[in-house]
């Protein structure tokens, strides 16, 4: 009766180890952001060459383009940051929410939110619109 105890033991233990690996990008569900909770969006960063960096605000109409736009991403598993990291072109957009909350997103092949990197699903899909 011990034997099996300390296998069932182990089995737990494993199971919990394991489903908290491959964190899924549901944690952070961008299709339910709503423009009417949107205070402001600015859009930073840089072109990759000397003196290339920029900000601005987006317009109404732009922030709630780009609100359509992230209502469609499909977010996989946590990247780690090593693999996702790339050089040349960046850019970030910093949703200011009404509450006063803010979310610093960066979209590329990889998605980075805040300080997290996640698979970028359907990045193919919808580059292009990120891009224009």
Excluded at 65 to 78: A, E, M, S
């Amino acid at each position: 009766m011990k034997k099996s105890g300390i296998i069932f033991f182990l089995f737990f233990l494993m199971s919990n180890i394991l489903s908290g690996c491959g964190k899924q990008g549901q944690d952070i569900d961008l299709a339910n952001i709503d423009i009417s909770e949107i205070d402001k969006i600015e859009h930073t960063g840089t072109t990759g060459g000397k003196d290339g960096g920029y900000s601005y605000l987006l317009s109404k109409s732009e922030s709630s383009g780009l609100i359509d736009l992230l209502n469609q991403v499909k977010l996989g598993n946590t990247v780690d940051e090593k693999e996702a990291l790339s050089s040349g072109a960046v850019s970030y957009y910093t949703l200011y929410f009404t509450d006063g909350e803010e979310m610093t997103i960066s979209p590329g092949q990889y998605f980075k939110i805040e300080d997290t990197y996640y698979e970028f699903r359907n990045y193919n899909e919808l580059w292009d619109r990120f891009a224009e």
